[in-house]
């Protein structure tokens, strides 16, 4: 083999197997679990697979049988906060000894080439904070330098910082996600925190070049342009819409502190410090090579798309383009091309985007869907009506635009203004054309019950559906319960639901009414496609049955 890669399942070295694949190379890759998790993800990034070989290898134990190869990396460890200390030392230091005593039984290797880290290489970092992790990564770099030097093997170390990317859920993703649920009040540290970061992208390219490279050399992997901690949380705080915190908690004062009061990790602070790296030979290295690392900020963006797409790798994300956008002042996440669509999807309450997801996969052609503003995902902003004409400005076709429950209000303003921009109008369980709901869900203490009750069975809704749970999680969120009952009220309004009746009658583009026999009859002369057993939410429970009404 050109090269063998240990932790070949994991999130640096997956990304690794796919470059060194693409560079034409033989790839036996090293997974200690389900080859099938390599070889999926692969598929799904449409690497090409035919010069690879998966093998089982647990590095925690001498390693036999396995087919050699020139270059020998090793991105197997465990890198995780609260470990047993015995579990860590058998990931980061029994682990990369028994890859150099296979290396080195190797003929004509070229090169070992070994992960450590950015803080734990001898002479780097400052204060440590005696966790498992960080103890046993120390203690795994200097014994696999002394073994290799023991057994003349080739040995090069990179040391990357945090790297960023989709898959990436530990470390500074956990701060993300505090900053998402609006739980980040003070930015812990000092406002010259430098936390620097790296794609996994970049990592895996310069890890493919090393083994060409002199050997025994170090390499720092960061991008020294990140954004000091302060200013990175601004930035992500900006792009996902969220509030940024303003005020800085000392580390001296968080050390101190109960966990159960910060829910800072005794293990993470002394990674909050304001040390910088030596990445000269790193740079040079690139710059020979012709690497050039990706725009920091543009890549951070993209990484919080991707972490609030995958709730933070809870669920698995809808496959296609989406993100946050500004669209009529609120930072809107968007599912799907604005340009072509085919159908635009609008959410109704208490739902977001995610739930057409079940639908979406019976359409055809592009789809486009959103949060509505101010709830799921979404940040407030203008009026429904206005951020819908922005929504819906780059399309260059003509849609056949669906609303559903308190979302058919704005679907039916739209198509009355621009009935020569749409090509049909679906009202799926319009609201103002059913009874109106229980007086208590539109009342102040209703946003309390909407974040603590069993909200799922409430609503009648599958309590087990991933669109379900992700949808109902945003209503934990600063605010969007608030506003979710406050969007009902105004739904509720005669003179709302007065207007949108008569614009019913008035309206010149087809339009097509759905609705369940198992919800609130449908108060309207016009004909209604009905689903069968399905509820206020036909969409989720009978998409077949709803695509086959849409005319697909």
Not at 391 to 412: D, F, I, Q, Y
């Amino acid at each position: 083999m050109d090269a063998i890669v240990f932790g070949g399942g994991g999130f640096i070295g997956r990304s690794l197997v796919a470059e060194l694949l693409g560079r034409g190379q033989s790839v036996a890759a090293g997974v200690r679990g389900r080859p099938e998790r390599l070889t999926t993800w692969l598929a799904d990034q449409g690497v090409d697979t035919g010069r690879l070989t998966v093998v089982t290898a647990d590095i925690s134990q001498p390693l036999t049988g396995l087919p050699e190869a020139r270059d020998v990396y090793n991105t197997a460890g465990n890198y995780a906060f609260g470990l047993d200390p015995a579990q860590a030392r058998a990931a980061n230091v029994a682990g990369p000894l028994h890859v150099v005593d296979w290396a080195a039984t190797v003929p004509g290797l070229r090169r070992l080439i070994h992960i450590g880290g950015y803080r734990i290489a001898e002479g780097q970092g400052g204060k440590s904070g005696g966790g498992a992790y960080e103890a046993s990564k120390k203690e795994g770099d200097k014994a696999v330098r002394a073994r290799a030097r023991e057994l003349g093997v080739p040995l090069t170390m990179a040391h990357p910082s945090t790297v960023i990317g989709p898959g990436q859920y530990i470390g500074l993703a956990s701060v993300v996600h505090d900053l998402w649920r609006g739980r980040l009040p003070a930015v812990p540290g000092s406002p010259e925190v430098f936390l620097p970061v790296v794609t996994v992208g970049y990592v895996a390219r310069f890890l493919a070049e090393l083994p060409a490279s002199p050997p025994g050399q170090d390499h720092w992997l960061l991008d020294d342009d990140t954004p000091l901690l302060p200013d990175l949380l601004r930035l992500l705080a900006g792009h996902m819409g969220v509030a940024a915190p303003r005020r800085h908690v000392p580390i001296g004062l968080l050390e101190r502190l109960p966990r159960a009061l910060t829910g800072a990790d005794p293990e993470t602070l002394p990674f909050l410090s304001t040390d910088r790296y030596p990445t000269a030979s790193a740079h040079a290295l690139a710059a020979g090579a012709g690497l050039s690392m990706p725009p920091v900020r543009e890549e951070l963006r993209h990484w919080a798309d991707h972490l609030v797409a995958s709730r933070f790798g809870t669920t698995e994300p809808w496959p296609g383009t989406q993100g946050f956008q500004d669209i009529a002042g609120s930072r809107t996440w968007v599912i799907g091309d604005r340009t072509r669509p085919a159908h635009v999807l609008l959410p109704g309450l208490p739902m977001n985007a995610d739930m057409w997801a079940p639908l979406a996969s019976h359409l055809k052609g592009p789809i486009l869907t959103a949060d509505l503003p101010g709830l799921g995902r979404s940040a407030p902003g203008e009026s429904l009506d206005r951020w819908l004409e922005e929504l819906l400005a780059p399309a260059e076709t003509r849609p056949v635009l669906v609303g559903h429950s308190l979302a058919c209000g704005p679907a039916l303003r739209f198509a009355a203004r621009h009935p020569d921009r749409v090509a049909g109008l679906v009202l799926v369980a319009p609201a103002f054309l059913q009874p109106v709901g229980p007086a208590y869900l539109r009342s102040a203490p209703a946003a309390a019950l909407l974040r603590r009750a069993p909200v799922a069975k409430l609503l009648g809704l599958p309590a087990d559906d991933p669109a379900v749970t992700a949808s109902l999680a945003d209503l934990e969120r600063p605010g969007v319960a608030r506003r979710v009952v406050k969007a009902l009220r105004t739904a509720a309004a005669p003179a709302n639901r007065a207007e949108l009746r008569h614009l019913l009658t008035t309206v010149t583009v087809p339009v097509t009414i759905i609705a369940g026999t198992a919800d609130a009859p449908v108060e309207t002369a016009l004909a209604t496609a009905q689903v069968t057993g399905a509820g206020h939410y036909p969409q989720l429970t009978h998409p077949d049955q709803v695509a086959d009404l849409l005319g697909v």
